[in-house]
């Protein structure tokens, strides 16, 4: 019988490291660590499957997708 290969990447294009980019300001890094928190403890939480219904192109593009519409409300 064979596997079923799941390629499902949630954390795809998210930046986890603790460390701050070279080009990155302090306010960014900050914001980028609670942010990072917030998406950890939810899929901790919730589980991986769950989480995979919840953002099933994975967190980035669920990011990606709020940032274009906030950027059209302005």
Do not use: H
């Amino acid at each position: 019988m064979a596997r079923e290969i799941d390629n499902y990447k949630a954390f795809d294009e998210i930046n986890l490291s603790n460390a701050r980019s070279e080009n990155e300001s302090y306010e960014d890094y900050k914001k980028r660590l609670k942010q990072n928190k917030e998406i950890l403890k939810l899929y901790n939480t919730i589980g991986r499957d769950n989480f995979k219904e919840l953002f099933p192109a994975g967190v980035g593009e669920a990011l990606k997708t709020t940032q274009k519409e906030v950027g059209e409300v302005k």
